[in-house]
């Protein structure tokens, strides 16, 4: 059975400062791999999109890495701004073509 | 915005009743997933349905239904609810058969279940 892990379950740095968020699963047998962002009352985003044949996604300030094989994959944000704040998650889809989710992580950049 | 909207924004119900929820797809969006998230918890994949037909299903009872309707528009039943049912329900619409596709969530409905 397919298990996602966010670690840690929440971060608060000061604003400029670069992070990185984590996400682990137990099965390598994925299609994709997805990180989203939720903002409270505004549902979920959805951030950035890794093919199981791709390493890694840029867009703009955000880089998420994916290493299958080592059930690993990491969210990079530079330059953190006050609007970053949000609870992040990942989500896989697994061979049964179901998103199964992590329980995000709660960021909170202080200006 | 991602152009999916949900209503009603909140609910509160008591045990053992009923409870529609709404949930409108982008135009042309053939996909719907629905999702039960806990607080301080991932979504949990409730079904999905693929042009009026459910095309998956998590491990949810049976008490939990949809319904897919032509104009890009689905209903998520609950019936018998129990106090577990309190959660954000999110609705999820993708252009293709959904699979694989980035979703679409709209902003989700709270229900509260005393």
């Known amino acids: 059975k397919q298990e996602v892990t966010q670690i840690p379950a929440a971060l608060s740095v000061p604003e400029g400062e670069n992070l990185v968020l984590n996400c682990s699963f137990t099965?390598?047998?994925?299609?994709?791999l997805q990180w989203f962002r939720q903002d409270p009352g505004k549902g979920l985003t959805s951030l950035l999109l890794?093919?199981?044949s791709q390493r890694e996604q840029t867009s703009g300030r955000l880089n998420a890495s994916l290493d299958k094989s080592s059930g690993r994959s990491t969210l990079y944000i530079a330059a953190s701004q006050p609007g970053d704040s949000a609870t992040y998650l990942c989500?896989?889809?697994?061979?049964?073509?179901?998103?199964?989710w992590g329980a995000g992580t709660k960021l909170i950049i202080k200006p | 915005e991602t152009g999916v909207t949900q209503s009603p924004t909140h609910l509160i119900k008591t045990r053992g009743q009923q409870v529609t929820l709404r949930c409108s797809s982008q135009?042309?969006?053939?996909?719907v997933s629905w999702y039960q998230q806990a607080l301080g918890q991932g979504p949990q994949f409730i079904f999905q349905?693929?042009?009026?037909?459910?095309?998956g299903r998590g491990n949810f009872p049976p008490r939990f239904s949809g319904l897919q309707f032509p104009n890009y528009s689905s209903e998520l039943n609950v019936n018998a609810l129990e106090l577990d049912d309190s959660a954000l329900y999110l609705c999820?619409?993708?252009?293709?058969?959904?699979?694989?596709?980035?979703?679409?969530f709209g902003p989700g409905t709270r229900l509260t279940v005393l």
């Open positions: 999820a619409s993708s252009p293709g058969t959904g699979r694989a596709d980035t979703q679409y």
């Open positions: 135009s042309g969006h053939n996909t």
């Open positions: 349905y693929y042009r009026e037909e459910e095309n």
């Open positions: 099965d390598s047998a994925i299609y994709n």
């Open positions: 890794i093919q199981s």
């Open positions: 989500a896989v889809l697994d061979s049964n073509y179901q998103l199964i």
